[in-house]
């Protein structure tokens, strides 16, 4: 930044011709920034240049306009920071009150939230009796399965005696048969015998 006289003296006229006032902090805003210790005097001698019949002020007189005008500046400063403080402040109670919402939301899903947990423990737990009864009855059902297939083998080793057994009927029936012939073609001869031996 340039804090030359010739410099200031250009930005001053600037300033004016703009329609505004030269002051310390139009000044300080057209150099580009700067502490008021060397706008200040910066601003004197641009006072001095611009309007020499006002330079044979005395010293007192001076020093107090530029103490009233430093004071000003500082007072207009001050209520601009205040200013921004105050818009500041309100955005960021917005922007409090809104995180508080949102924490309370999130605080209501959360309980929503174990709430389902609970509710979901309860539930695997109702499903996992559910599934040792089903277990229980499962094994119960093989034991069950295993003594009936027993009796199946023991039935299928009765049958097949049964059949053997009638098998063996068959054969007796077939003797019993060809015995009841033997003995009736036996008693046809020996009536024939006798017949032809009176």
């Known amino acids: 930044m340039d804090y030359s006289l010739q410099n200031a003296i250009i930005l001053a006229k600037e300033i004016l011709a703009n329609g505004k006032q030269l002051t310390a902090q139009s000044l300080r805003e057209a150099i580009g920034g700067g502490p008021y210790s060397i706008i200040i005097p910066l601003l004197h001698d641009v006072s001095d240049y611009l309007y020499p019949d006002k330079a044979n002020l005395n010293i007192n007189e001076r020093y107090s306009n530029n103490f009233n005008l430093l004071l000003n500046e500082i007072i207009t400063h001050l209520d601009e920071q205040t200013g921004e403080f105050n818009k500041k402040f309100d955005l960021y109670s917005n922007i409090e009150e809104e995180l508080i919402q949102e924490i309370n939301s999130l605080e209501i ?17 109702d499903l996992n ?9 499962c094994y119960k059902l093989q034991n069950e399965n295993k003594e009936l297939n027993n009796k199946i083998d023991k039935f299928y080793v009765k049958i097949g005696m049964l059949e053997y057994l009638k098998t063996e009927n068959d054969t007796l029936n077939e003797k019993l048969d060809k015995a009841r012939n033997d003995i009736f073609e036996l008693t046809v001869a020996n009536e024939i015998y006798k017949r032809k031996n009176k």
Not at 129 to 137: A, C, G, Q
């Open 129 to 137: 009796k559910k599934y040792n009864e089903l277990v229980d009855e």
């Open 109 to 125: 899903e959360i309980n929503n939230l174990h709430k389902t947990i609970d509710n979901s423990k309860n539930d695997y737990e």
